[in-house]
């Protein structure tokens, strides 16, 4: 599934957080680490007061230094510097994710949860948008006591085709890690509705509340059907069914252990996803736990 591993440094110790689950996953997919550097027109020389390499040598001897220790841990890793400066990393990692064949993208989410940035979307959200690979956020301040460990694996599923091609992910890096897996979905309450939903539930409160209920009913006989599928092919897996806000769920019950959460994603970013209530951003901006964006349709 996974045979070459994405992992942006800029060479500050906040983007070095990826390097763990670099290792964790690839010794698990005996995947190679491609180790790139994207020199950004104007960068400052520090980020969050950790330096940033502005020049291409200097990256370059970074990420070859940073090669050799991976290959200590039994990493086969290669090392590629884009030089020449850009205007957009995001739309430069998009590019190299494809021109390198890589399949699954580690990104460090340094955070922020201003309102410009929730409008914009997160590097991840937009990364997948573009590239159509898988992207791991990973945030330094997750990484807690055991950094790269990944002790269960919660998979957020809705029911909805076009989000659930994490599912296959999920059931996979559980299989390949010998970890736990989760099936979570949540079932929205009257107060938790979308905007839409919230209009139609005035209207007919009602049909709402059956709806609700019924909705609940068919996700514990869905789940319990998958959990028995998956069983079969040897993963230890269980299910749970919430009512409540899906974002602020997944994210609460993300925080116990060392927790990875497999997200299926249509792709929005931005605007377009801050407007369509999309989970994932949401989801990122309420856990420190790393979580993987899974494209509804790959390259």
Do not use: N
């Not at 007061?49 to 370059?60: I, N, P």
């Not at 993208?105 to 990364?127: N, P, W, Y």
């Not at 609940?216 to 749970?240: F, K, Y």
């Amino acid at each position: 599934m996974f045979q070459r591993i994405l992992v942006p440094l800029d060479g500050s110790r906040l983007s070095e957080a990826s390097l763990p689950y670099a290792v964790s996953i690839g010794h698990a997919f005996s995947a190679k680490v491609v180790l790139l550097h994207v020199v950004e027109r104007g960068a400052a020389s520090t980020i969050h007061g950790q330096r940033h390499f502005t020049a291409e040598r200097d990256a370059a001897d970074y990420l070859e230094r940073t090669a050799r220790e991976l290959s200590g841990r039994g990493i086969e890793a290669e090392v590629h510097v884009h030089g020449k400066a850009v205007d957009s990393v995001t739309a430069s990692l998009s590019e190299h994710s494809g021109e390198l064949d890589c399949d699954l993208m580690i990104l460090c989410a340094h955070g922020g949860s201003d309102v410009g940035r929730i409008l914009r979307g997160s590097i991840g959200q937009r990364v997948v948008a573009r590239a159509g690979v898988p992207v791991l956020l990973v945030r330094p301040e997750g990484a807690g006591a055991s950094p790269g460990a990944v002790g269960r694996i919660l998979a957020a599923v809705d029911g909805r085709p076009e989000h659930e091609q994490g599912l296959p992910v999920a059931v996979e890096i559980a299989s390949r890690l010998r970890v736990p897996l989760r099936l979570f979905m949540a079932v929205r309450t009257k107060g938790s509705l979308t905007c839409e939903e919230g209009a139609m539930g005035r209207m007919l409160p009602g049909a709402m509340r059956e709806m609700l209920d019924v909705l609940e009913s068919s996700a514990s006989q869905s789940l319990a059907e998958r959990v028995d599928s998956i069983a079969r092919g040897g993963v230890e897996v269980s299910s749970q069914v919430c009512r409540g806000d899906p974002a602020a769920l997944i994210a609460s019950s993300a925080e116990v252990g060392d927790c990875l959460i497999v997200l299926g994603t249509h792709g929005k970013a931005g605007t377009a996803a801050f407007w369509a209530g999309s989970v994932a951003p949401r989801i990122a901006r309420l856990t420190s736990r790393p979580l993987l964006l899974v494209p509804a349709s790959g390259r």
